[in-house]
């Protein structure tokens, strides 16, 4: 069986589960956690502000469920780093996009507008990674300051000049981890 949501669904389902079992979970707005419910699998989703345009996404789940994820268009005011540190199994989304299929060990630059898109996740996988999130007018700013050459598809992507939605990923390092 394939259960699907699309991303306000999801996000409610998670929602209500922390607001019917665990509430004090949701009381603080700059540190929020969404526990994945029994049914679907176990592990939590925990969203964290911090300041000067910061914020962290940790991740850390498992399925138990085939689900498929209908994400829609969005248009955020900041890049991301995802450091994917674990799946069970290889290319943990599957998604109608190739450049959006996350592998163990590995690290992703996404830009701050990602097309609408399809993921499937498999019964069976584990997946943990940390999201990091930085406003795009403060990534601008650290990389007009820095004095090291950046690459050219990271500095195009950061100023609005990049194709694509995604950079190519890195392997991840011991000292990344």
Sequence with gaps: MTITFNDY???QLLQEHVQNTQPELLT???DRTLIIPDWIGSGYKRDIGLNHGLSLTLHQYHIEENFTFCSAA???NCFEFSFVLAAKTAGHKVSTN???VFMPQQVYFLKSALPADIYHAHAGQAFCAIDVHIKASSLMSMVEESNAKLPDDFQNMVSGNGIGHVLAPLQLTPHMQ
């Design 9 to 11: 669904e999801l996000f």
């Design 28 to 30: 603080d707005k700059k």
């Design 74 to 76: 969005v248009q955020r």
């Design 98 to 100: 190739p450049s959006m």
